[in-house]
T-cell receptor, first 118, second 115 residues
Framework: AQKITQTQPGMFVQEKEAVTLDCTYD???????LFWYKQPSSGEMIFLIY??????QNATEGRYSLNFQKARKSANLVISASQLGDSAMYFC???????????????FGSGTRLQVQP | DTGVSQNPRHKITKRGQNVTFRCDPI?????LYWYRQTLGQGPEFLTYFQNEAQLEKSRLLSDRFSAERPKGSFSTLEIQRTEQGDSAMYLC?????????????FGEGSWLTVV
């Protein structure tokens, strides 16, 4: 079974500062993927960044970077230069990669609500 | 708009009635997923399809829930004899099997309120 833990129910950050959202995971699978999604109040889940378990480098996408520490089973999201529009719920998720049928469905954490203050 | 499309976006229904949600995935995506999300929680997996085949169902998917993807394109999620506990947002997502770019894309969700 897979499990995602997000221990920060809410976070505040000042505009233009960096913020780290924590995510730890548990799985017995050797091959898996880690995702971060943003969910604004409108409800849509917006894909931010992906990290494969065998990727040697940490993933980056613009202002988003994923601090992947495999031995510690953590996949923290770092948002640099926060903007007011970054205020939203952020979900960490993972899926296993099965050789025969490809990616299994995502398992999500409980989320972190980020509020960016001017 | 070539993203995942869901409708209706909002549905209010009386307890005991049946409701159906539709999802149109990104056109070349052969995988389609349904999730349920209640307030303050992360999405919970319900079921997924690869083409028209339903490959996995969560135990959350009681016998009042049924999902179909008859031609491997759009999908419907039907809830029969709705209960107040069914009030949630129902999210649809799609991807390629060997997800190029390793991305699963979500729609905007369908909010259900059972009164």
């Amino acid at each position: 079974a897979q499990k995602i833990t997000q221990t920060q129910p809410g976070m505040f950050v000042q505009e233009k500062e960096a913020v780290t959202l924590d995510c730890t995971y548990d799985t017995s699978d050797q091959s898996y993927g880690l995702f971060w999604y943003k969910q604004p109040s409108s409800g849509e889940m917006i894909f931010l960044i992906y990290q494969g378990s065998y990727d040697e480098q940490n993933a980056t996408e613009g202002r988003y970077s994923l601090n992947f520490q495999k031995a510690r089973k953590s996949a923290n999201l770092v948002i640099s230069a926060s903007q007011l529009g970054d205020s939203a719920m952020y979900f960490c998720a993972m899926s296993s990669l099965r050789g025969d049928t490809g990616r299994r469905a995502l398992t999500f954490g409980s989320g972190t609500r980020l509020q960016v203050q001017p | 708009d070539t993203g995942v499309s869901q409708n209706p976006r909002h549905k209010i229904t009386k307890r005991g009635q049946n409701v159906t949600f539709r999802c149109d995935p990104i056109s070349e995506h052969n995988r389609l997923y349904w999730y349920r999300q209640t307030l303050g929680q992360g999405p919970e997996f319900l079921t997924y399809f690869q083409n028209e085949a339903q490959l996995e169902k969560s135990r959350l998917l009681s016998d009042r829930f049924s999902a179909e993807r008859p031609k491997g394109s759009f999908s419907t999620l039907e809830i029969q004899r709705t209960e107040q506990g069914d009030s949630a947002m129902y999210l649809c997502a799609s991807s390629l099997t060997r997800a190029s770019g390793n991305t699963i894309y979500f729609g905007e969700g369908s909010w259900l309120t059972v009164v």
